[in-house]
């Protein structure tokens, strides 16, 4: 059952690049962008983060902060956020259990070729931990996410 509008996310959230643990009680009294990409180093993804990246100061000013999760490693997260300049955690899902909990991790299908992948899907949890806003795969503009979030 995926997460939705108005439900408490979870208390833990994972282990971010450096192997520490990520809690929702960590941004109490902040907002939250958590949002969940397919893969490190890949265009999308990569445009993704680098707008989130370029307006993390903007982000911070309106009381946002953010994470980013993926299946990838601790290693491949460390890699992308010194590749990009990236001032914010990765949290390195490698077994999907927060995808599934948002209900992000489902079935895709590429040149007819069906398999498991994450759906690149942006939630704002409030500052009291409940999720606020749900930005679709449909609606996630990746070159600029962060002007979406900040509503520009």
């Known amino acids: 059952m995926a997460l939705t509008i108005g439900d408490k996310a979870p208390e833990i959230l994972g282990k971010d690049q450096n192997g520490n643990e990520i809690k929702l009680s ?14 490190d180093n890949t265009s999308g993804c990569t445009a993704q983060a680098c707008s989130l990246r370029d307006g993390y100061q903007e982000l911070q000013s309106a009381g946002y902060e953010v994470i980013g999760v993926s299946k990838d490693s601790e290693k491949s997260h460390q890699g992308f ?37 994450t759906l690149r899907t942006t939630f704002i949890i409030n500052e009291d931990g409940i999720i606020e806003k749900i930005i679709s795969p449909k609606e996630v503009k990746t070159k600029d ?5 900040l509503k520009k």
């Open 26 to 39: 960590d941004f109490k009294g902040k907002k939250l962008v958590l949002y969940f990409y397919p893969k």
């Open 81 to 117: 956020i010194t590749k990009q300049a990236l001032p914010f955690n990765l949290i390195a899902d490698t077994d999907t259990t927060l995808q599934q909990a948002f209900g992000v991790w489902a079935e895709k299908s590429m040149y007819g070729r069906k398999y498991m992948g």
């Open 145 to 149: 996410h962060a002007n979406q979030i």
